[in-house]
Nanobody, 121 residues
Framework: VQLQASGGGMVQAGGSLRLSCAAS????????LGWFRQAPGKEREFVAA????????YYADTLEGRFTISRDRAKNSVYLRMNNLKPDDTAVYYC???????????????WGQGTHLTVSS
């Protein structure tokens, strides 16, 4: 499975952005696609995930309500809509895929290259 994340950039606080993750390969065998982020000097943290088959969504507690994950199976893509962005959201955002339910990076075995988001105050 190959993953290509895109859509990062620079936005002002309060703005919105949508990240995209294009998947290729044996996506039908995957349980979920997820988004993680890693800010400078911090550990990679779970953002959200969506099951490939049923579309069930999972969010980090602190982000639910501002972030929305969705998928388009026809396009083999997953999206992360981020609203009311804050400077603390500045990070590299990674998409990843897993064969099991997990909120931990260790549970994901294929990763995209990451896309940078900078939120200015």
């Amino acid at each position: 499975v190959q993953l290509q994340a895109s859509g990062g950039g620079m936005v002002q606080a309060g703005g919105s952005l949508r990240l995209s993750c294009a998947a290729s390969g044996r996506t039908f065998s995957r349980y979920a696609l997820g988004w993680f982020r890693q800010a400078p000097g911090k550990e990679r943290e779970f953002v959200a995930a969506i099951t490939w088959s049923g579309g069930r969504t999972y969010y980090a507690d602190t982000l639910e309500g501002r972030f929305t994950i969705s998928r388009d199976r026809a396009k083999n893509s997953v999206y992360l809509r981020m609203n009311n962005l804050k400077p603390d959201d500045t990070a590299v955002y990674y998409c990843a895929t897993s064969t099991v339910y997990s909120r931990r990076a260790e549970g994901y075995d294929y990763w995209g290259q990451g896309t940078h988001l900078t939120v200015s105050s």
